[in-house]
Every structure is written in C-alpha cells, then in structure tokens.
C-alpha cells in the first residue's frame, strides 16, 4: 500500500474538471487521478496534461453507475488506504433552448448533480484520512433558485438541522412535482440545473456537521463552491472565466493547509464565503 497522499477529482476530462486537475498537478505533492465515464476520453486528456508536463493518472469514472463509485472506492481503499482529497465536480446542464421536456430534463439533471454526487460522497467520505479535503463544485446557481424557492422551501433549505434523508426527500419531490406539472405550485423555481445545485449545497452542509459529530479530531474540511461563470461546454464561449480561472477557488479548497480550520461547511465562490 501506497503512503502517498492521493487527490481524485470527478468528470475532469474537461472544462473546469481538467483545470483543477492540471493545478492539482502543479501543486499537490501525490498522486492526481484524472477521471471521466469514457476511457478514451480520459486517457486523451491525461496524454494531454503528459505534453505539458505533467503527470496525472486515470481512472474511469461514471458518477451515474454505483458500481462504477465502488470500484474506485475498492481501487483507492487498496493502493492508498484511503484519499486526501475529493473534488466532486461531474456535472450536467441542459442548455436554456433544449425542448426536452422539463420533467424530463428534471429527473435526468438531479440523477446526476444531487443523487450521482451524493453516491460519490457515501462510498469515497468514509476513506478520507485525517486532514483530507473534500470539495463539492456547485454553483452560484444555487443562491438564485434558493431565492426563486417559495419561504417554506428557503427555511427547509437554510435550516442547520435538516438530515440527509430529509434533503434526499426534498429533491425526489421536486422531481415528482415536475411529472405532476406542479412544482411551481409546490413552490419550486423553474430551474432543474438550480436545484439539483441546491441539494449539493445543503449536503455538504449536511456532510460537514455529520463530520463535526463523528470525526471531529480528524480536521477533515468540506466545503461546496461556485467556480463562477466558466467559457466550458456547459456555459459555452460567453462566459467571463477561463477554465483555470474557473479552478481557483475549487483548487484553492482543495489546498486549505493542515493547520486550517476553515472554512468548513461553507458555500465559497471567489475564494470568499458567501451567505446562504
């Protein structure tokens, strides 16, 4: 078994996924795992990094397939005894015009954002060792649909005792009230991407007091970020950022020092906590 530290970072064979992984590179003294659904995908953009000179390793990754999670898990739990660093960063987004249906786009956007990223934390946060860091990329997207939420939802959302299973509830009826044509009645904004963004907020909200109870004296620090609007596929060529601009505050997370302790539990874009 290897002692050397180790970072994995989600869907990074592109877009922001590949900037935090190319900084990771530079900066964090181990090993680096670069991971995406598509092998080829992945080793082209490990290849890629190689021409730069850097060195990343690959690992498939499909954050939808829970057998995929587990055999990363088993994978690092046996060459590492663990990790150090997890940037859960896989995401999906319809784009504005897509005329799939929105209960479709709904069901399809929460898989993946809330549900695959929740997977992830289940089977990886237990292997995180002492002083590890975990970072969730969400989005500023998530204040706007907060606030797009009716008050019921905002306090449910806000509250610091919300559990997991009731967040879990939440975002399943989000998806139900979408086939049911009433989720604006409920009181949900008309945004699947924002939502699926808000239940990755408040778990890691949820993550980080769970560590404070079961794993205080570890230092492990989680916290979820905004990288900000980012020119990747997802936001198209527009957008203010660079991919490596994009990564700042992700890496930046990624990096706290082992005698920080903060933030934790925080929702960061900026490299600044914001208020949720």
Known sequence: ???????????????????????????????????????????????KLQTEGLHAFFHQLDIDDLQSIR???????E???????????????????????????AE?????????????????????KPYGRVVNVSSMASSSALGGCSQELQQKF???????DELVELM?????????????????PNTAYGVSKIGVTVLSKIQARMLNETRKGDHILLNACCPGWVRTDMAG??????????????????????????PHGQFLSNKTVRTW
């Open 108 to 128: 399809v956007t929460l898989k993946t954002n809330f549900f695959g990223t929740r997977n992830v934390c289940t089977e990886l946060l237990p292997l995180v």
């Open 172 to 188: 399943t009826k989000f998806v139900e009230d979408t086939k049911k044509s009433m989720h604006e009645k409920e009181g949900w």
């Open 158 to 164: 806000r509250s610091d005792t919300i559990t997991e």
């Open 79 to 105: 060459k590492y005894g663990g990790l150090n660093v997890l940037v859960n960063n896989a995401g999906i987004a319809f784009k504005v015009h897509d005329t799939t249906p929105f209960a479709v786009q």
């Open 1 to 47: 078994m290897s002692n050397v530290p180790v970072a994995v970072v989600t869907g990074s064979n592109k877009g922001i996924g590949f900037a935090i992984v190319r900084a990771l590179c530079k900066q964090f003294p181990g090993d680096v795992y670069l991971t995406a659904r598509d092998p080829s995908r992945g080793q082209d953009a490990v290849a």
């Open 237 to 262: 060529p527009k957008a203010t950022k660079s991919p490596d601009e994009g990564a700042e505050t992700p890496v930046y997370l990624a990096l706290l020092p082992s005698d920080a302790d903060g």
């Open 71 to 77: 055999a990363l898990r088993d994978f690092l739990k």
